[in-house]
């Protein structure tokens, strides 16, 4: 299967300070990417998708000052935190399908962030 | 509106067969996955339906009834590593995935 790889897995950052994730597919393009935040005991939420070259298409409710999302390359997107918040404490994942038709989306490993 | 459906936790005993249920309603339809998940990591594939039936895969098999918007995922052999949780994602007309909350399964000894 295709690998994605996300980093960093855990940060602790302080309020007020910005967090840059990075996902990578390393061994296949990437169209499409999407991030994923989720909190204990829920299901995955789809903040946005992101599309290389283009800007990301947010979902409804998520500020896009706040999670600036970059798709520079076919195998680079990267998800800021910008101005952290405790409340901003969560599981952000992203995942990577090749296609947008894609059978399967590839996963990163997630990053834990916690903001104190 | 789009919906997934699934159970919140189910109890299962080592060696023991269990299934997991998933009822879906989209906006089209593009094929049903199951994904694993354990506690602090990122999900990973299992399964993906598109056509009605049975898909078996070692210990793990999923089925899709397209007519009823339904799927379950069964598992065989129940091993303790298999104590996570299971999330059924439906690929929308825009092959968007919805998902949904995902189902803790406790495997006793």
């Known amino acids: 299967g295709a690998v994605v790889s996300q980093h960093p897995s855990r940060v602790i950052c302080k309020s007020g300070t910005s967090v840059k994730i990075e996902c990578r597919s390393l061994d296949f393009q990437a169209t499409t990417m999407f991030w994923y935040r989720q909190f204990p005991k829920k299901s995955l939420m789809l903040m946005a998708t992101?599309?290389?070259?283009?800007?990301?298409?947010?979902e409804q409710g998520v500020e896009k000052d706040k999670f600036l999302i970059n798709h520079a390359s076919l195998t680079l997107s990267t998800l800021t935190v910008t101005s952290a918040h405790p409340e901003d404490s969560s599981f952000y994942i992203c995942s990577a399908r090749r296609l947008p038709e894609s059978t399967e989306a590839f996963f990163g490993q997630g990053t834990r962030l916690t903001v104190v | 509106g789009q919906n997934i459906d699934q159970p919140t936790e189910m109890t299962a005993t080592e060696g023991a067969i269990v299934q997991i249920n998933c009822t879906y309603q989209t906006s089209g339809f593009n094929g049903l996955f199951w994904y694993q998940q354990h506690a602090g990591e990122a999900p990973t594939f299992l399964s993906y339906n598109v056509l009605d039936g049975l898909e078996e895969k070692g210990r793990f098999s999923s089925f899709l009834s397209r007519s009823k918007g339904y799927s379950y995922l069964l598992l065989k052999e129940l091993q303790m590593k298999d104590s996570a949780s299971y999330l059924c994602?439906?690929?929308?007309?825009?092959?968007?995935?919805?998902w949904g909350a995902g189902t803790k399964l406790i495997i006793k000894p």
């Open positions: 994602a439906a690929s929308d007309s825009n092959y968007q995935l919805i």
């Open positions: 992101s599309n290389e070259g283009s800007k990301a298409t947010y």
